[in-house]
């Protein structure tokens, strides 16, 4: 069973930048499509992004369009996501997942198998 730990949450101010990793253990992770997600305080658990197997395909939640980037790398078994002009909004404990059928995107939390235990992002105004 693969297993997934992410780090690089913490304390950022308003408009700075923050990456996040997720490390994969075991064999598999070049055939998994990786998503981030996000549950803010007292709210649903939302897709972040999400990345096909080979990278050549990925998808963005509304609100983090064009200021989120996510990025993998197969040899390193990681998956990483890039936050700019981060937002007092943007505040949450965020999650990365593996889906094991390699959709080319799941947009869905139900299309994950595998979750890490989440790392805590907090953007200060």
């Known amino acids: 069973q693969v297993q997934l730990v992410e780090s690089g949450g913490g304390l950022v101010q308003a408009g700075g930048s923050r990456r996040l990793s997720c490390a994969a253990s075991?064999?598999?992770?070049?055939?998994?499509?990786m998503g981030w997600f996000r549950q803010p305080p007292g709210k649903e658990r939302e897709l972040v992004a999400c990345?096909?197997?080979?990278?050549?395909?990925?998808h963005y939640g509304d609100s983090v369009k064009e200021r989120f980037t996510i990025s993998r790398d197969n040899a390193k078994n990681t998956v990483y996501l890039q936050m700019n002009a981060l937002k007092p909004e943007d505040t949450a404990v965020y999650y990365c997942?593996?889906?094991?059928?390699?959709?080319?995107?799941?947009?869905?939390?139900?299309?994950?198998?595998?979750w890490g235990q989440g790392t805590q992002v907090t953007v200060t105004s």
């Open positions: 990345i096909h197997r080979s990278g050549g395909s990925t």
């Open positions: 997942a593996a889906d094991f059928f390699g959709r080319w995107v799941a947009v869905s939390a139900s299309s994950y198998g595998a």
């Open positions: 075991g064999r598999g992770f070049s055939t998994y499509t």
